[in-house]
């Protein structure tokens, strides 16, 4: 079945630090993937996603490219803020159905 | 507002008594999804339905739950003779339908947080 892998945390930053949270994946077909962000007390939000190889997402500075040869799509910011602190997840869909999610990695950006 | 809303928010009930959430997804999205998450992990798929049909069910999903969407909007999902392990958040979303292959976001509602004493 498909899974998804992530980076484990909690992960605590200073603020402008370069951040990266791993993410790899198991599917059958061709997933398209996803970065979710959830902000405390708040719902899942989407941040990015990619729908095939070498496809890049982005939004608000952060980035991920979809790696098929890896199977990776890693999360990435240059200069991460206070603002930043959250829960952010890996997922995947591989048809218009159900999504699968990583567990989940905590991120607090210290200033 | 036109997010997908989820009601109520919190419920407390005690072991072996029937629960029930709603879910009100955005309109015209004729997707509609449950999920389940528990603390330090990620949400976990349910069921999901197009339009009125329920089209997949996990095998998280035991007889002690149903769900239904009876006439393509709302949906509501029931838990009879609720256990302690059912404690969780539970998650609706919803999407419009898929074209091609450029599968479209599920937009997720916050949630329903259920504790079973």
């Known amino acids: 079945g498909n899974s998804v892998t992530q980076m484990e945390g909690p992960v605590t930053l200073s603020e402008e630090a370069f951040l990266t949270i791993n993410c790899t994946y198991t599917a059958t077909g061709y997933p398209s993937l996803f970065w979710y962000v959830q902000y405390p007390g708040e719902g899942l939000q989407l941040l990015l996603k990619?729908?095939?190889?070498?496809d890049k997402g982005s939004n608000k500075g952060f980035e991920a490219t979809y790696r098929k040869e890896t199977t990776s799509f890693h999360l990435e910011k240059g200069s991460v803020q206070v603002s930043d602190s959250a829960v952010y997840f890996c997922?995947?869909?591989?048809?218009?159905?159900?999504?699968?999610f990583g567990d989940g990695t905590t991120l607090t950006v210290k200033p | 507002d036109t997010g997908v809303s989820q009601n109520p928010r919190h419920k407390i009930t005690k072991r072996g008594q029937n629960v029930t959430f709603r879910c009100d997804p955005i309109s015209e999205h004729n997707r509609l999804y449950w999920y389940r998450q528990t603390l330090g992990q990620g949400p976990e798929f349910l069921t999901y339905?197009?339009?009125?049909?329920?089209?997949?069910k996990s095998r998280l999903l035991s007889d002690r739950f149903s769900a239904e969407r009876p006439k393509g909007s709302f949906s509501t999902l029931e838990i009879q003779r609720t256990e302690q392990g059912d404690s969780a958040m539970y998650l609706c979303?919803?999407?419009?339908?898929?074209?091609?292959?450029?599968?479209?976001?599920?937009?997720f509602g916050p949630g329903t947080r259920l504790t079973v004493l």
């Open positions: 990619a729908t095939k190889a070498d």
């Open positions: 979303a919803s999407s419009p339908a898929a074209s091609g292959k450029s599968y479209n976001e599920q937009f």
């Open positions: 997922a995947l869909r591989t048809n218009a159905g159900k999504s699968t």
């Open positions: 339905f197009q339009n009125e049909a329920q089209l997949e």
